[in-house]
């Protein structure tokens, strides 16, 4: 009787460390699991960041100049923007608006922050060498620490637009152009009251194609 309590109590005692064991080996798979998900997050997270710092590096430099009058001083900056914030797609691009033109717009930023950049925006269309609802913009700080604001709208009679495009393929997604816009003294954007501005800019390098405001797959 006492030979068969003791191997009641025996095995007992070896059920219970087992299933002990068995509970923190599956404690330990758990946290194991947890740990693998939270380091795939950090690489995930990694592998976000180096993409952004890719986008910023890999963009086509846009040279430009921007000049007015204080009223009192000649004001002439120039200076070359370089990155590109998020994706590269949404910084170069030309969609295909399926009526015979093309959207084209390049935007760079000088820095990691947003303040200092410029945007060039345009309706083209290959057959008639037209361009349409220009647009553009350029911050650039002074050197006594005034931010200029430059912006252009070609719809507007008191801005002069020129611009030149000596090489367009959507296809390919390559393009070419020199870019220049000017206000006269009346126009109501202009950065110092009664005083005209005047940019000049030019691009060469790829663009991404979309279509209806989409990427198309597979392009640049």
Known sequence: MIKHLTLAILGMSAWM???????????????????????????????????????????????FSLSSNTGSAAVSVSDTYSFCYGSAHSCSYAKNNEDGTYTIYIWRGNDLGTENYLSMLFDYNPSTGVKTNVIARVNRYLSDGEL?????????????????????NFDAGTIAYTFSMSSNANYVDNHFSGQGMSFS?????NLSKRLGGKKLRGTN
């Open 17 to 63: 460390l087992m299933t002990s064991c068995n509970k923190k080996f599956k404690e330990d798979l758990e946290d194991l699991e947890k740990t693998v998900n939270e380091q795939k997050a950090q690489n995930e997270n990694l592998e976000g960041d180096v993409n952004s710092l890719s986008n910023l590096m890999l963009s086509t430099p846009v040279s």
């Open 148 to 168: 200029f604001k430059g912006y252009f709208d070609g719809n507007n009679g008191d801005v002069t637009t020129n611009i030149q495009v000596t090489a367009f």
């Open 201 to 205: 800019s030019s691009y060469t390098g």
